[in-house]
């Protein structure tokens, strides 16, 4: 028999916030995970909303491209707002 | 160079407390020792409803058996956290499953002994999951992340299993003289498979330095083990039960309680399958897996068909 294939589960806690990531389970289809991730991961009123994606559809970066990736943004501290030299004065800036 | 050089870079992310994750690069013995303890984990969870599933339909009064029920589903819940951290690192569900059901993989012994009456259900959730607890709070900050995020749900989650069971014993102790004895007598049963769930003394436990130096085990067997008796000495006081072993003496100068010595030739033969109830505990697991064959091929047939429906109407 076929192993059900593996998915990964996202939740919103509570209106207005972001879903976010929760962990992985196994189901036959989308709705099936649906009900699966409802009783495994939001036994406790943890979720108002739930995603799920077959984990074979998830592209990751791989760790070795991190400094790649991400070293472009280390040298560039005029994006943050304390960068900027401005009197004591000025207030609510 | 470049080979002699990851381990190093390995052990300083370990050492600066940087969590490694999946796809990060690691030495295969880390990676193994993690699928092992994990997976061992989960199974000991599965097999942990069993005990319990014993009593379900003869707890005493419905808000006995719906907290009953509640934590029984959180172990089945506690249990795929678990396989979904080991599966992370490579290892399929379905070969964890097998493992388990062919007597290969092991769980934790304390769940091959039976449960003879319902102060057995309040006696697990003070010891046993008072142990696992213990055990599993250091784990939250294991180096791990996948293993570390599953284990900080799962503390979160126990914390009411532990005080569902104090509470049984707690209601039985001011009950009748049989159910103070009775709960004496679960007490006498479990008291010392409890305190061998922490493990084989430091000095027996080889993969124990290993394991601390790449921060998967914070504690050692013994530190943990003595913490647990500290802590519960004390209970069993406010409880009005008596401690099964003679040695146990609050030791001042050390500023901990002194105790007797496990029995390990019982520890290794229920380890080795030989417990009062290993075989009943596997069969169980076997037949569950196995009659739920049928449900498990039936939904992958209804998902492709379904799959096709959706395919023809597009």
Partial sequence: MKDWPLWEVFIRSKQGLNHIHAGSLHAADAEMAIENARDVYTRRNEGISIWVVESKHVKASNPEDQGALFDPADNKIYRHPTFYVLPDELKHM | ?314
């Fill in chain 2, 1 to 314: 160079m470049k080979d002699i050089n990851i381990e190093d870079q390995f052990q300083a992310k370990i050492d600066a407390e940087i969590k490694i994750e999946p796809k990060d690069w690691m030495p295969d013995e880390y990676r193994k020792t993690l699928i092992r303890q994990i997976s061992q984990h989960a199974h000991s969870e599965i097999v942990g409803m069993l005990p319990e599933g014993n009593w379900i339909t003869r707890a005493p009064t419905l808000r006995r058996k719906a907290a009953l029920l509640a934590k029984i589903q959180d172990e089945a819940g506690h249990g795929l956290y678990l396989y979904s951290a080991a599966e992370t690192l490579g290892v399929a569900r379905i070969d964890m499953l097998n493992d388990l059901h062919s007597g290969k993989a092991k769980y934790s012994s304390i769940f091959n002994y039976p449960t003879l009456t319902w102060a057995d259900m309040g006696t697990i959730g003070w010891l046993v999951d008072g142990a696992a607890i213990m055990n599993q709070i250091p784990l939250c900050r294991c180096s791990y992340g996948p293993y570390s995020r599953a284990m900080i749900r799962v503390c979160k989650e126990e914390s009411f299993h532990q005080r569902q069971g104090y509470e049984i014993l707690l209601t039985m102790m001011k009950g009748t003289d049989a159910q103070k004895r009775m709960v004496q007598d679960a007490l006498n049963r479990w008291w010392w498979p409890a305190i061998s769930m922490f493990g084989p003394n430091d000095a027996e436990s080889p993969h124990s330095k290993q394991s601390m130096a790449w921060k998967i085990k914070r504690f050692s067997n013994d530190d943990l083990r003595q913490k647990f008796i500290d802590v519960t000495a004390e209970q069993a006081k406010i409880l009005g039960v008596t401690i099964p072993d003679p040695e146990l003496k609050w030791n001042e100068e050390r500023g901990h309680y002194d105790f007797g010595q496990i029995n390990w030739d019982e520890f290794w033969e229920v380890v080795k399958g030989n417990g009062p109830c290993n075989r009943e505990r596997l069969e169980a697991r076997r037949q569950a897996w196995e009659e739920g064959a049928w449900v498990r091929e039936a939904a992958t047939v209804y998902a492709e068909k379904k799959a096709r429906k959706n395919q023809e109407a597009a």
